[in-house]
């Protein structure tokens, strides 16, 4: 029981089917009916399947997409895709790839480096060889080909550019396969948080060019969030859509503004991590915190998997690296570490199946807090929880106010599906309204003025009831916005804050 009580990570179902099956066990037959019936009550009536069945039913209406230009999934015509490429074979091309050779589509693999190509035939081939003889099957290892260069990409109808997190090498590549590519191939970027029109603005098709953003590890993880501008066809939104689809993974639209609508809101729950550290917290702390609420890993350990470089890449492209900001910056130029060696914060394991606390980290944090005149104070699990928690959610609010995401219930999937986020809590839209809006507002209040560099000026929710149909509300916000580091992520000419 104590081995299903941690792996539920919360959730009160899996503990009682235990229960159910240990009366059925141990009971006379009329006492452990009596006793799986109580059970069941329970759970019925439970919040936990609430929350549940407003996922299902979120992960359906999402499949029933439009976007505000009219677009909709009953009234565009996907094209078919027979062969694609993905461009760039690092932690998340070679994720990437798998899926398509996994639905059976044909796919070329490209690298620029040939060392990278060799590592990622291997990853690719390792990967599609250990999930083929799980299922029984035989791998697909004749669908994928890898190539060094653009010369091969004539034949596909659909480039997937997965390159480094950079604005000027990803419009580099963009123009090269404009060139390289037919004039009818669909042209996508799995950019953690570029601006997609600035990258359709350099091709020959910006009609044809979407964001499909994959998440960390991309076999895995069942989400895909597609990016439209305003640009992109109906036809191209229809056909990664599709895709997604046939990936097995569940596709949710959204407009494009700097880390669209996941990592836009991870943006500010990572922020309120890294000042809990400055203030006292440490890594374990605020991962465990994070765990016991239900995630698979706390943030910092994610942080670590995904690549605390991308996370460097995504905030120097918004201009936000340099001196004098929050200690994760430090940590990764100081050690030069990358995803899976040793991590910036907590795990010294590989492969993020082991945590363990890191002595250098800690007395990097003590010397950086004396550094900066900061008094560590206790933390408590409460203040991690609603900090990281409701800084999230805030900016959710905010982008539905932006008209960026549909509703309340593309967020929650993009949670759930993306980040981890515990299904049996709903997703963070979900939590709020369970937890009380009211309530979730006075404590952004709260530590919005307890601490002066608590950023996140709380947004107004808009009434609970506020969903898909009904369209997202458009609140009156209060706060001034010029405090919220999002506006500053706003240059002037960029992202369009209202597809
Ligand atoms: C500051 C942050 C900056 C990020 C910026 C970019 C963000 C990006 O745009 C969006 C994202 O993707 S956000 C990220 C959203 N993603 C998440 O939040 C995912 C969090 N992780 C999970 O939910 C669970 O680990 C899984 C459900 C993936 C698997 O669970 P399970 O079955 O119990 O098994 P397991 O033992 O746990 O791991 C199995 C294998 O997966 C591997 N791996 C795991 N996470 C990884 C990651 N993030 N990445 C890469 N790899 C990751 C793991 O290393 C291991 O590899 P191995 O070679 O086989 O040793
Ligand atoms: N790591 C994550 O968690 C994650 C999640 C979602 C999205 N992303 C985004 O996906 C993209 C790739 O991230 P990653 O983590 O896989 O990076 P990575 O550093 O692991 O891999 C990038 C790969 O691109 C290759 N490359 C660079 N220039 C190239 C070119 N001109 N032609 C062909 N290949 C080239 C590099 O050799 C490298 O193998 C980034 O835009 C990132 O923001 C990352």
Redesign the pocket.
């Known amino acids: 029981m104590a081995q299903v009580r941690r792996r539920a990570r919360g959730a009160i179902a899996p503990a009682a089917c235990v229960q159910a099956i240990r009366a059925a066990a141990t009971l006379p037959y009329s006492q452990g009916m009596r006793r799986e019936r109580e059970l069941m009550d329970t759970l019925f009536n439970s919040g936990q399947a609430r929350a549940m069945q407003h996922c299902f039913f979120s992960q359906r209406s999402v499949g029933r997409w439009s976007t505000p230009s009219g677009m909709r999934w009953d009234n565009s015509r996907p094209r078919p895709v027979h062969k694609a490429a993905v461009v760039g074979l690092g932690?998340?091309g070679r994720?990437i790839v798998v899926s398509f050779a996994r639905a059976g589509i044909p796919v070329l693999g490209v690298e620029m480096d040939a060392k990278q190509l060799e590592v990622a035939r291997k990853t690719v081939t390792a990967t599609l060889e250990r999930d083929a003889q799980r299922r029984g099957v035989e791998p697909p290892l004749g669908l994928v080909r890898f190539t060094v260069g653009l010369q091969d990409l004539r034949e596909v109808d659909l480039v997937i550019e997965a390159v480094f997190?950079d604005m000027a090498l990803k419009k580099r590549v963009f123009r090269e396969l404009s060139s390289a590519c037919r004039p009818d191939t669909l042209l996508c970027s799995?950019?953690?948080?570029l601006d997609l029109d600035q990258l359709a603005a350099t091709t020959s098709r910006p009609e044809l060019v979407v964001g499909m953003?994959?998440?960390?590890?991309?076999h895995?993880?069942k989400l895909l969030e597609v990016i439209y501008g305003p640009r992109s066809s109906p036809t191209a939104v229809a056909t990664a859509m599709q895709l997604g689809k046939r990936l097995g993974k569940v596709s949710v639209a959204v407009g494009n503004c700097p880390?669209f609508v996941?990592?836009r809101m991870?943006k500010h729950y990572?922020e309120q991590a890294n000042f809990l550290l400055e203030e006292g917290a440490s890594p374990e702390q605020v991962d465990q915190a994070l765990e016991e609420f239900g995630?698979?890993?706390g943030?910092f350990?994610?942080?670590d998997?995904?690549?605390?470089d991308?996370?460097w890449r995504?905030r120097k492209e918004s201009g936000l690296t340099g001196p004098g900001v929050a200690p994760?910056e430090q940590v990764r130029r100081r050690q030069g570490r990358r995803?899976?060696a040793v991590a910036g914060t907590c795990t010294t394991g590989?492969?993020?199946?082991e945590a363990k606390p890191d002595p250098w980290l800690r007395s990097f944090l003590e010397e950086y807090r004396s550094r900066h005149g900061l008094r560590a104070r206790t933390v408590s699990q409460q203040e991690v929880l609603e900090r990281c928690l409701y800084a999230l959610v805030n900016e959710g609010f905010r982008i539905l106010e932006d008209g960026i995401a549909a509703g309340p219930e593309d967020i929650d999937v993009i949670y759930v599906l993306?980040?981890?986020w515990p299904p049996h809590r709903g997703g963070p839209m979900f939590h709020a309204v369970a937890v009380g809006l009211p309530t979730v507002l006075e404590r952004l209040e709260h530590y919005h003025q307890a601490h002066p560099r608590h950023p996140t000026a709380p947004a107004q929710p808009p009434p609970a009831e506020a969903g898909r149909q009904g369209q997202p509300a458009h609140p009156e916000v209060e706060g001034d916005h010029q405090e919220c580091p999002q506006s500053a992520l706003r240059p002037p000419d960029h992202y369009h804050s209202s597809p």
């Open positions: 932690t998340m994720g997190e799995n950019t953690s948080s953003h994959f998440f960390a590890p991309a895995v993880m880390g996941g990592n991870l990572v995630f698979p890993m943030v350990r994610m942080s998997l995904s690549g605390l991308v996370g995504v994760g995803r899976q590989l492969g993020g199946r993306g980040y981890g």
